[in-house]
């Protein structure tokens, strides 16, 4: 049942993830001359990658066990650099605060159904 959950978590956040390339997209097509936004677009191409590996990983979520814990401790990290923004940034907060929301409860979700750690004992019985 957990890694039923995990898989569809997975996939979810991986299309989430994915969407993003509509914006890099668009950004692109239309040479935005705002500079500001040259870093958003940078980072969500991160993002639209790591969508199409998360949206793979779902088929052995067990077997990418490094690649789901990276997604939940860098969505915390993320979340945690757009809270301080938000506070520093007044005009910017319920965008940043909300974004952080998304991102925390990613986070939380992927690592309270990441997958266990193999045991030394069981990878050895199914060696031998």
Not at 48 to 59: H, P, Y
């Amino acid at each position: 049942m957990r890694e039923r959950a995990l898989k569809v978590v997975l996939v979810l956040v991986g299309l989430l993830f994915l969407a993003g390339v509509y914006p890099v997209a668009d950004s692109l097509w239309h040479a935005n001359a705002n500079q500001s936004e040259y870093g958003d677009d940078m980072m969500l191409s991160l993002y639209v990658t790591l969508g199409i590996f998360l949206l793979l990983a779902a088929r052995n979520p067990s077997a990418n066990r490094s690649l789901v814990a990276f997604t939940a401790w860098s969505s915390l990290a993320h979340a945690t650099v757009m809270s301080v923004l938000g506070f520093q940034h007044a005009s910017e907060r319920v965008g940043f605060l909300s974004g952080s929301a998304v991102l925390v409860v990613i986070g939380v979700a992927l690592l309270a159904l990441a997958p266990a750690k193999e045991s030394v004992e069981r990878t050895s019985t199914a060696v031998a």
